[in-house]
């Protein structure tokens, strides 16, 4: 199982950047995909999800109407667009795989820096 994310850097306050995480080795339409992200000294903490067709989307509070999750499940990959980017969401960002009765991955995650 292997996990490609990038598209993270540095960006100003406003600014936008596009995570994607490519994924190989495993049914990824068979997955739910999440991006979570952890910032310096604090937990890990989820930021979207979508399923499997995508029909279900979910976010938390502090990005929606910011960010939009999208998955292509023809090249195996998951995709954040993050607009209107703050301070707060500095952090490294990870994609997450999950299914029921399967193993769940994780990426080994992206690092996202925005300045004031």
């Known amino acids: 199982v292997q996990f490609m994310e990038f598209g993270g850097g540095l960006v100003q306050a406003g600014g936008s950047l596009r995570l994607s995480c490519a994924t190989s080795?495993?049914?990824?339409?068979?997955?739910?995909m999440s991006w979570f992200r952890q910032a310096p000294g604090k937990e890990r903490e989820f930021v979207a999800s979508i399923s499997k067709t995508s029909s279900i989307l979910e976010y938390t509070d502090s990005v929606k109407g910011r960010f939009t999750i999208s998955r292509d499940n023809t090249k195996s990959t998951v995709y954040l667009q993050m607009n209107s980017l703050k301070p707060e969401d500095t952090a490294v960002y990870y994609c997450k795989a999950r299914a029921a009765l399967r193993p769940t991955y994780w990426g080994q995650g992206t690092q996202v820096i925005v300045s004031s």
């Open positions: 080795g495993f049914t990824f339409s068979s997955y739910e």
